[in-house]
């Protein structure tokens, strides 16, 4: 790490983790409140989308499971799609076998990517529902 100097804060880096610092509890509380309001746009916005999108908001993390079964796509296939859409996610079967049909999103981000996150969700989503209904007209 130190050969390269990454484990090393930059100049501009210094002082606003001093500020962070001696700060420390209006700054959680602001980060916190951001982060939570960040976790109600998108879920408010997800479910716009479909009101098959179950999402929990916990207080825990910055960190929000999103359930992707109702979408009949398996983990991998959601993650694929997810990705031509150049959207990364994680797995939810990363924290164990009950997070099949899960993904997690960080949402430690600003507004204005949680709003193009959900623009990037509503074609994806779009794209399932041509999927689904191309799979039920070949079943038939």
């Known amino acids: 790490l130190y050969k390269d100097n990454v484990g090393e804060p930059s100049y501009f880096a ?27 746009l998108l879920k408010e916005g997800l479910e716009k989308i479909s009101e098959k999108f179950k999402t929990y908001i916990s207080d825990a993390t910055y960190l929000m499971w999103i359930n992707i079964k109702q979408f009949n796509l398996s983990n ?51 794209v399932c529902v041509k999927m689904q209904k191309s799979y039920s007209y070949h079943s038939h």
């Open 14 to 40: 210094i002082e606003p983790v001093i500020a962070a610092f001696d700060n420390e509890d209006i700054y959680f509380e602001e980060l916190n409140q951001y982060i939570y309001e960040n976790k109600v």
């Open 76 to 126: 991998d296939d959601f993650i694929s799609l997810c990705k031509k859409y150049k959207l990364y996610i994680s797995d939810g079967r990363n924290y164990g076998k009950f997070g099949d049909g899960f993904i997690r999103i960080n949402v430690a981000t600003n507004k204005d990517t949680i709003k193009k996150l959900i623009s990037i969700f509503n074609q994806i989503i779009n």
